[in-house]
């Protein structure tokens, strides 16, 4: 079955940066469409950035110039690479597979002013 886990997130200082990750299994990856969505409290889920089974990159406004996603299509892996991070940054991650209505437990990143 489908198999999302995310990790990676702490506590880190504005300005700061963190890598996220994400495992992915139980369907074909390679060509899969990956995204990270962010969810931070009292507020609906929001997409941060996406990618492309042949590597097309997509950004939110507020992930710009900051952020990166990518792949590692070997491994089944997404990972979300975050500099300069904000106390606005704080939330909950989720990575998904485009498409499925499946979201695996999210990893908490918190950032300190």
């Known amino acids: 079955q489908v198999q999302l886990v995310e990790s990676g997130g702490g506590l880190v200082q504005a300005g700061g940066s963190l890598r996220l990750s994400c495992a992915a299994s139980?369907?074909?990856?390679?060509?899969?469409?990956m995204a990270w969505y962010r969810q931070a409290p009292g507020n609906q889920r929001e997409l941060v950035a996406g990618i492309s089974g042949k590597g097309i990159t997509n950004y939110a406004d507020s992930a710009k110039g900051r952020f990166t996603i990518s792949r590692d299509n070997a491994k089944n892996m997404v990972y979300l690479q975050m500099n300069s991070l904000k106390p606005e940054d704080t939330a909950v991650y989720y990575c998904?597979?485009?498409?499925?209505?499946?979201w695996g437990r999210g990893t908490l990143v918190t950032v300190s002013s």
């Open positions: 998904q597979r485009v498409g499925l209505d499946y």
């Open positions: 139980g369907f074909l990856f390679n060509t899969a469409p």
